[in-house]
Every structure is written in C-alpha cells, then in structure tokens.
C-alpha cells in the first residue's frame, strides 16, 4: 500500500525549502541557497519516482484497474456530518504521472538556474519562490478534493506571479505579472462560481464522491442536476463549463490566452517550468480529474472544451508564425500545443476503444513536458549568449553553442512530430482519436501540425543556421571562450531532458493511463501517419528554404500576405481588442457612473456614518467622567432601569 | 479524604504555590530574576497538571468538576502563565514580585472556585476572592498616582456591584428558599420579585465583563494599572466570568431565559455598539484594548444568546483563542511601554522600521482579534456567530455583523500604523528577553494552530 507519509513529503518538502529559504536565504543561504534548494527538491524528485514506480507497478492495480487511491485524508473544517472540507492525497494515474513530470521539469529547471542565475542579486529569493512553486503545484496535482485544489490553485497563481515579477525593477516585468495574475484571477471567478454549483448539486466536495454522484444514472444529485436549469442549459454543464474556464485561463486557451506571451518577461527557466511544463497545463489536468462527470453527464461542456481547445491550437500557431522574440514563440507554440490536449479530452468518451483521446493527452501533456521545458532552457542558454530575445540579433550559433544546438534540434523534431521520437507518438495518437471522433476538429489539428514544424524550424533556422547578426557576433567575441555555452550545470539539465524529447514516446502510456482506469492498447497505424509526416516535413522544409540562409523571400513573402501577416504579427488584435473593452467599454459605460455613485452615494454614506459616529462619541465622552461616584449613579441607575423594563414593559 | 484531594487538585495546587512564595518571601527571600524562573516554571507545571482531572462533587454539590470545567479551568491556568512570560521585563524590576503572584493567584484561586461552584454562596465568597486581590495588583505601579486611582475606583466601583449582587441574592433566596443551583431551576417562577433579583444578580456580572452601561469603570482601571494587570483583567477575569456566566443562565436561570435572553440582546447590542465607538476615537493603545474588549464580550453575548450547546463550546473556544491574541497584543504592548515608556498610537507609527518580529506578531494578533481568516480569531469569530445565530431575530444578526465590520477597521488602523504610516522618531530597535520571547512565539503558535487543527474545536465541542 502507499506511504501517506513519503507521498505528503514530496510536496512539504518543497513548502520547507520555501520556509527555509524564505525566512533565512538572505543572512544564512545567500550562496547556498541553490544547491539546498536542489538538494531538496532531489530527495522530492526521488520519492515521486518511487511512488509513481509503486503505483503503477505495485498496489495501484486491483483486477486490471487502476484504482483511485486516498491515502491521506483529514477533516479540515467539519460543517456537518456530510459536508466537511478535507485536506487529502489522492494518488491515480494521472496523479502520480504528474509528480514525476512537475518534480522532474522543476528538478532540471532548479539544476539549470544554478548556472543561469548564479549572479543575481536575489538568488536566495529566487529559489524561495520556485520552491513555493513547486510545492503549490504539487499540491494541485494531489488534491483530493475540489475546494482544496482551488486553495493549491490560487497558490500557483500567486507564486507564478512572483515569478514572473521577479524583475521588479523592470516596468514591462510587473506589468506582465499583474496581467498574468489579473486575468487568471478573473478566469477563477468562474472556477470558483463552478465549484459551487457542482458541490451544491452533489452535497460533497471530495473528488471520488463527487464523480460517483455526477455520474451514476440513478443517483438523485445527477437528476437534479440535469434538470434543473439555466438559461436553457442544465446546472450542471453550467458547472463544468465554469470550471472549465478556470481551467482555460490558467492553460492560456483562447480568448484567455494574452498573458502568457507577455509572462515570457520572467527569468527563462522560470517560463520553462511554469509556461511550459507545469502551471499552463494545469487546466488540462484539471479537466480530466473530471472527465467522467464531462464525458458520462455534460457532452455539451465536453464539446466546449474540444472547440476551444481546437480553436486555440490553430490560432496560436498562425502567431508563432509570425513572431520575432523567440520566447514568445515559444509561449504560442505552447497555447498551441495545449490546445491539441484540450482538444484531445474533448473528443474522447469514456471508457475503452474510444477513451483514446483521454490517453492520448496525457501522453502529450507527458512528452510535452520533456521537449517544451528543453526548448525554452536551450533557449535560455541562447539568450544567455546573445544577450537578447530577438531572432534578429541571433544567427549562425551552431558553432559556439554546440550542445545547446543538438538538443534544440532534437527537440523541434519532437515537437514537429519527427517520426520515432517522442512527440510523433503522442501527436499520433491525438490525431487518430481526433480522426475517429471528430473531421473537423482532425482537419484542424492537420494543419497545426503542419505549422507547428514551419514555425519550430524557423526558429531553429533563424537562430543556429542563417547569417550571423553582427550584434550577436560583437557579443559573442566580447564574452569569448570563458562565457560559451553556460557550464555543466545549464548543459545537464539539457542532455537530461534531450533523453526525454527523444525516448519519452516509447512507454507504452494507455497500458498506465486510461480513462477508466483499464490498460488501453495502442494501434499503430502506419498509413494514418503518412499525412501527419508530410505535412510536417513540407513544414521542415519549407522553413529551410526560407531561413536556412540570410536572403530576401520570408520578406518578400510577408508583403505578398501583407494583410493576413500583418494581423498574425499583431496576434490579430486581440490585446487591443481586450483593450478597447476594458479601457473604453468598460471604462466609460460602466467605471465612471460606478464612480460617481461611489464618490457621491456610497462614500456620502459612509461619512455621514462616519461623522454621526464620530459626534455621538464626542457626545457620550463626558458619561466616561473618570468619577467613581457618578460610575456608580449610572450603574445604579441602569440596574434599575433594566429591572423595571423587564418587571412591566418586556414581560 | 482522597477524592478531595483530587477532585480540588487543581486548587490545591494553587493554593502550594501560593504557600511557597509566602515562605520564600518570609524567608530569606531571593533575587528577583532567579524567583522569576522559579515562579514560571512552577507555572508551567501547573498548566501541566491542569490536563489531568477528575470529575465529582463535593461538599454536598457545593463544589463541583467536570471536564469542560477542567478545560476551562486550564486555559486561565495557561493564560496566567503566559503573563508570567510576557511581563517578565516588568516584574523583574518590581521589588515586591513574591507578592504580586500571591495576589495573582489568589485570583486565579477565586476564578477557580468560580467556576466550579454550585451554589450562591461560594459563588459570592469566590467572586470577591477573584477580584479584591485584582484590585491591590492594579496598584502595583506603586509610584504612579493613576495606578493607585486605577486600584481605589476598582475596588469601590466592586464593592458597590457586590452589595447590588448580595441584595439580589438575598433576594432570591427570600422567595425560593434555596441558593443551591440544582434547586433553583425548580423552584424559580418568574414572580416579579424574582426578576428584580435576576437582574442584580445579572448586572454583578456584567459589572465584571464590562458589559455596557456597567462598564464605566473599565477604561480608567485599564488605563492605570500596570500593563500585566491590565491584562490579567481583560482576558483571565473576563474568561472566567463567562464561564460562570453560561452555567449560570443555562443550567440555573434557565426557567427565565426569555427574559436573560431579552436582557443579552439589548446589552450585547449596547456593548457591541458602545465598545466601537470609544473605541475608534482612542489614542492611548492600552485604553485603545480596553474598549475593544467591550466589544469583543459583545460579541460573546451575541454567542452566549444562542443558548445551545454549540454557544458553550463556542465561547470556550474563543476565550481560548482570545487568551492567545490579546495577551499577544498585550505582550508588545508591555514591551514596548516598559523600554521606552510609549504607548500611543502615533508612537507606534512605522514600528515595523525597526522592530520586525514584534511587529509581525502585533499584526497577527490583531489579525485574529479582527477576525480575518485564517487566523484562529476568525474561527472563534465564526462559531460564536454561527451558535447564536441559531436562535436569533435577523436585525440583531446583522447589527453584530456591521459591528464586526467597525471593528476591523480600527483593528487595522492600528496595523497600517504599524507598517505604513510614516514616522521622524520611530520606536527604537528593542532587545526581547527571552522570556517574553517564549511567550509571544506560544501566542502566536496558538494564533495560527488554534484555528487551522479542527480537533481542538472538536474536542471541545463533544465535552
């Protein structure tokens, strides 16, 4: 059976390095505080493995079905003997493949920050936080129950936040951070409004329960669930689909997406962790901790996510495209990829053949981890040398950053979905389960894939093959050899994660990860991958065509699509859009008169309250004489008084 | 013989300790720090044996424990011990600190009997133990001319409300024929005569829980007496008259709870009200506690109304949390005042510039005082809202509420001073003793663990 005590550790490790760091990092750790923070998180790291290692291999399996374990569970707040809010573990399979991913990438991204920030001034700090980061996303993951992953959810958010601002000195920095925070924020609005509605329709707030109710036909929460409804549409998708948008926001799905690219102002690994590994698909998880209750109970909550998750996989790789700084294309290629998860649940049903879609984003999100968080640390390695996020500043790196080179490389094959490398399986998957379920959506996903190995290899080509940018050489010669690539320690975590991008695609993942629990064989169909393959090596190639050297026709093709390329550069608007609706709309329509009947109304209230009180205090001063005879008058007078209102007037 | 021993142990060990300092005193005495040592650690032990109990009656149902009483009896016994750690660098200078425990625990003694007592009389006998001593502590500034007016209005303002307490008990007896509290349900039938005397006898304890409008003697007490006082006053005294205040109207009063009912709704909403409103115009942070503890017993009274089981443990829960919170506040307050002799408001303007662990544990004492979660304050806040909610009209519900709301603004006022006001002469960086140390990381343990480990609720709420 599992160890309560070794699986509560792998979160309250990190949340002690926090503390300790936290509390003591400037005065006691200032140049420590890495390496312990590494250290600890190893040991985190370490029992995850073994944890994952004994669930999937051990005791998680009863009669070939991985089973939904509670090993830690303790009454938080008792309401009632039915309603209490717990603090529990729950250890399934998507749980326990998620602390070895989220300990793995933080792990790497802890290694690599031992080179990439060793020179900041608030290193102590820094690790503080991603400790803090660590352990809320643990925590997340783990939740037993709704109301307790809404606590560890909120904690992401703020830790993420302080991440992201952690150049406070930078104005672009802070406002990233307060955007990030902000719309998240709003997003959990609607999570949290969903919380409500699926834990008063079902009376509980525990996971298990909660889907057991959700989803039996002749429980009676269901029926009134379902008929109960709103606007036309039951309480319960209401419910889902709020909570979906809490997941949307924090996954950065379209239209909630316009924080992650501008989140991209924090310290690289910090978006190698965060906005590619960890929080972003959080939304993703979150949807299927639910997933019975979406695919047995609301189909039409299910299509929602599969539209927007489909939605947002084409539309954010249209930007990547376009986009110059290679972080942010980065951040869209991400939305982008998420999208392909959402969209992945969206399609699947429950249970079985058709349960692929649910398998297969997990193994996505799984293989996604690996070459994401590889790609933003070699790109971190890049900017790290060149001093600058832009493309134009970059060029013809392949001789100086030799490792960092190979492993990018590997990993824009997996992304691209190379065949035999651990993308291409994943991709497959969610193409075929796409395929079966949906030709619109499999349509859509088609084309993504194809512009996903465009605008991977653009980077690719743009940073390591082209023509040196005479800025990047300047730079590069100032630095010269003492600078290169970073050291061991920014180099291991990329080999490491290399290993991942290129193998992680060969664990057989439905016989682990399933819908419903029971080992799902996956089919490999070698006509099906010949669209996906060509596609994306036209992709490869076509990007090679346009940027392996430095020459005019990416120019030249961008004035022919003038219209279309000028608005994907601008990710079509959306920011200014959201703009127009907040400062204009928003601002004159609603803000001013809300102003105005809060200066006039509300604050005309508050000081009249203020100021009566304030008159009648100065009035009743002089009661409080200091006297001691006239105290006990008053008291006399008062015990009378009570007597005779209680004796004649209040009997 | 042994079931006296061990049904009263809790009072007899007091009573030891009592002897002890009496003897040590007489005795060739000892240094003032060593004592100190001594004082708190058999302190610590007391609160020690205070975890073990046993129930029974004794002397013909005059005396009685169970094990609520016992619970009750041990967080004033902690609470004393807690002053012992937080006044330290004030007693330590005091030339007559042997005498001051006697005196305290003397009280402490009184409020033991209190609570356990069955019957009116040693309720009477009990009341002025626990609070003729209290008035010589707050002499105990002995150069300080507000002291001695501190203790002179004490005992006079006392000795008025026992003489009102001994007419309505006399009162009682007179028209029931029994002071016993197992015969008095029986025998009370609301003749008019009897309410008179319910109502004397009910104004003796609003006299000591500074219910408004018997209150009056509350701020200038506060005031004078020195801080360790002040605080033995505003949370052990209080404390313990609660106590005795719920088994008084719910197992002896309870023919006439419409009308102990009535009565709590218009005091509690007078004391809520009154409590905020001097309370939000004070300078003086002692004076400033003062009046915010009429307002936190109004809001015990809106608790105590509730009149279920749910409303005991509530308000021994929040005691429990309110030994912690206030006695923190206390503890910097103490000091802060005995290092630099400041203890405004404006003084303590942009404390955190200096000073900043005793600034964090300031502001999270207030937090809880305030009721802002997730301190335990917010949970005590909650259950005594919750129990008398139950059995409440929805006007006075919302009255406490919007007081609550009063409440939080000036508890907050005090800690936007602390961290954001600015200040040319801030409180200068203060060294803490260790003592007092111990005692501000207990309180502020108590502050967070209180509140977020159920059991304690839990447990409290099956006694």
Known sequence: MPNAINIALIPLLPLAGFLLLGLFGKKVFKNSAGIIGTLILLISAGLAIYTAYGYFFDYGKVNDVYQKLIPLKYTWLEFSKDVSIDMGIILDPISAMMIVVVTFVSLMVHVYSLGYMKDEERYSTYYAYLSLFTFSMLGLVLSSNIFQIYIFWELVGVSSFLLIGFYYDRPSAVAASKKAFIVTRFADLGFLIGILVLSFYSGTLDFNTLIQKLTSPESSELKTAVASSFLGVSALTWGLALVFIGGAGKSAMFPLHIWLPDAMEGPTPVSALIHAATMVVAGVYLVARLFPVFALSAPDALSIVANVGAISALFAAIIACTQTDIKRVLAYSTMSQIGYMMFALGVSKYGGEDGLGYTASMFHLFTHAMFKALLFLGAGAVIHYVHSNDMKDMGGLRKHLPITHITFLLACLSIAGFPLLAGFFSKEEILLAAYQHNAIIYWIALITSGLTAFYMFRLYFSIFWNSPSPRGESRGEVHGEHHGEGGAAMMLPLLLLAVGAVFAGYIPFGHFVSSDGKALESEFHLSFSIAPVALGLIGILTAMWLYKNENEKPAKLAASLSGLYKSAYHKFYIDELYLFITKKVLFNLVARPAAWFDKTVVDGLVNFTGNTTQDISERIKSVQSGKVQQYAIYFLVSAVALALLFIYVWK | ?463
């Open chain 2, 1 to 463: 013989m042994s079931e006296f021993l061990l049904i009263m142990k809790n009072e007899l060990v007091i009573t030891f300790i009592i002897f002890l300092l009496l003897f040590i005193k007489l005795g060739k005495g000892m240094k003032n720090e060593s004592l100190l040592s001594l004082i708190q650690f058999l302190l610590l032990l007391n609160v020690g044996q205070g975890f073990t109990f046993s129930e029974g009656n004794l002397f013909g149902n005059m005396f009685t424990n169970t094990e609520q009483i016992a619970l009750e009896k041990n967080i004033l016994n902690l609470g004393v011990y807690l002053i012992s750690l937080l006044g330290a660098g004030w007693l330590k200078q005091h030339k007559h600190l042997p005498e001051f425990f006697m005196l305290m625990l003397s009280a402490l003694l009184g409020m033991n009997f209190l609570i356990s007592s069955g019957n009116l009389l040693i309720f009477f006998l009990s009341l002025e133990l626990s609070s003729i001593p209290v008035a010589a502590m707050a002499n105990f500034d002995l150069e300080k001319k507000a002291s001695s007016e501190a203790a002179m209005k004490m005992i006079l303002s006392s000795a008025f409300s026992s003489g009102i307490l001994l007419f309505g008990i006399s009162l009682i007896y007179g028209t029931t024929g029994t002071i016993s509290f197992a015969e008095l349900p029986a025998a009370l039938n609301g003749s008019t005569l009897q309410i008179l005397a319910f109502v004397f006898l009910f104004t003796s304890f609003a006299f000591k829980l500074s219910i408004v409008p018997f209150h009056l003697w509350t701020a200038d007490v506060y005031e004078g007496a020195p801080i360790a006082v002040t605080s033995f006053l505003s949370v052990i005294s209080k404390g313990s008259v609660a106590f005795i205040f719920i088994t008084a109207l719910y197992k002896v009063f309870s023919p006439l709870q419409q009308t102990w009912y009535n009565m709590l709704v218009i005091l509690s909403i007078a004391t809520m009200i009154t409590g905020n409103l001097f309370a939000l115009r004070q300078q003086n942070l002692k004076r400033f506690l003062a009046f915010s503890s009429i307002t936190q017993v109004g809001f015990i009274l809106f608790g105590i109304s509730g009149g279920t089981n749910a409303s005991t443990s509530a308000v021994i829960y929040f005691v429990l949390i309110y030994v912690f919170s206030n006695l923190a506040v206390f503890g910097v307050v103490s000091i802060v005042s005995s290092a630099t002799g400041r203890e405004t408001i404006s003084d303590f303007k942009a404390f955190y510039q200096n000073n900043k662990l005793l600034s964090w544990v300031m502001a999270l004492a207030l937090f809880s005082l305030a009721g802002v979660p997730p301190t335990a304050g917010f949970f005590g806040k909650m259950f005594l809202i919750v129990a008398g909610a139950g059995n409440s009209y929805l006007w006075f519900l919302v009255i406490a509420a919007l007081n609550l709301v009063v409440s939080l603004y000036y508890y907050l006022k005090v800690v936007r001073a602390i961290f954001m006001d600015k200040n040319d002469n801030p409180i200068e960086k203060i060294t803490i003793g260790a003592s007092e140390k111990l005692g501000l990381i207990i309180c502020s343990a108590g502050i967070v663990l209180v509140g977020l480990l159920s059991w304690v609720y839990q447990y409290i709420s099956q006694l």
